[in-house]
């Protein structure tokens, strides 16, 4: 029988001999004979696991960009050199100017390193996420998420200009969710759209289904007490059974979680498999 699973790639830690570890995050997922990578990291590890793991990248069916952060694309056009023209998903907003601010309150590029590079637009076929997209069968991508949370913020100062004056809501963000017979399956990338906003708008787009699994980076690295304890609030609320917090979720934050879901947090380190139920 074919796999059905997730296998985490790229991380900021790493979990198996000759595996490493980068800021950074990139999913294998594989339905059947479907193979969809979720995310890039910067680049600097993605080939490299892959193979200790016997991922054959040059299979991919599809990309999947969560948004346009460098440590989420900085692999894109790599990938696309081993696998040829292959459909990536993203929002076009992605491609954007993406900037942080330093200490001195200089701007820093933060965005998609190869946004500019001749082989991206060559090799990449591009499908534009501006809504709900199926990338393929049980494997659906919510593109912008509704911010309709009071508690909810982008997790950080982030800016479209060098200059750091036009804030970047990241209307790129987005996430993917596969269906599982258990529930639904949930795979982030930094949810800077808020991790309650995205989870409500799932459950919207599926009817309502439970969700099984959340797995991913959930950028609650800066979130103070009242969004931390309103998040538990509604996550407890919305009744998911596994949360696999990682990359930008922060330590603090992912202890808060370990701490008020005891048994129900799992780590998330390269090397991970999480299988999925038909």
């Known amino acids: 029988m074919a796999e059905r699973r997730v296998t985490v790639l790229v991380e900021n830690t790493a979990g198996g001999r000759g595996l490493l570890g980068e800021h950074g995050l990139s999913f294998w997922i594989e339905l059947g004979s479907k193979r969809v990578l979720f995310d890039t990291g910067q680049g600097h590890v993605l080939e490299g696991n892959a193979r200790k793991l016997g991922v054959r990248l040059k299979t991919a069916d599809a990309i999947v960009l969560s948004h346009g952060h460098y440590d989420h694309t900085g692999g894109l056009v790599g990938v696309l050199k081993a696998a040829g023209r292959v459909r990536v998903f993203a929002h076009p907003v992605a491609f954007a100017g993406k900037y942080g601010r330093n200490p001195d309150g200089s701007g820093r590029d933060i965005g998609m390193p190869s946004r500019e590079d001749p082989d991206l637009r060559e090799r990449a076929e591009l499908v534009w996420t501006e809504g709900p997209t199926e990338v393929l069968e049980g494997l659906r991508l919510t593109g912008p998420v509704p911010r309709v949370t009071d508690f909810e913020d ?18 790129d963000d987005q996430s993917a969710f596969i269906e599982t017979a258990s529930g639904t399956v949930v795979v982030l990338g930094c949810a800077h759209a808020g991790v309650i906003n995205t989870l409500r708008y799932i459950r919207e787009l599926t009817g309502d289904r439970p969700i099984d699994t959340v797995m991913g980076g959930m950028h609650l690295l800066s979130a103070g007490a009242r969004r931390m304890a309103r998040t538990v609030e509604e996550l407890g609320r919305l009744g998911v059974r596994r949360l696999m917090p990682c990359h930008c979720t922060g330590f603090e934050a992912a202890a808060w979680l370990w701490r008020e879901f005891p048994g129900g947090c799992s780590a998330c380190p390269v090397g991970t498999v999480l299988a999925l139920e038909d």
């Open 154 to 171: 982008t997790g950080g100062a982030f800016f479209t200009d060098s200059a750091c004056t036009d804030p970047d809501l990241l209307v």
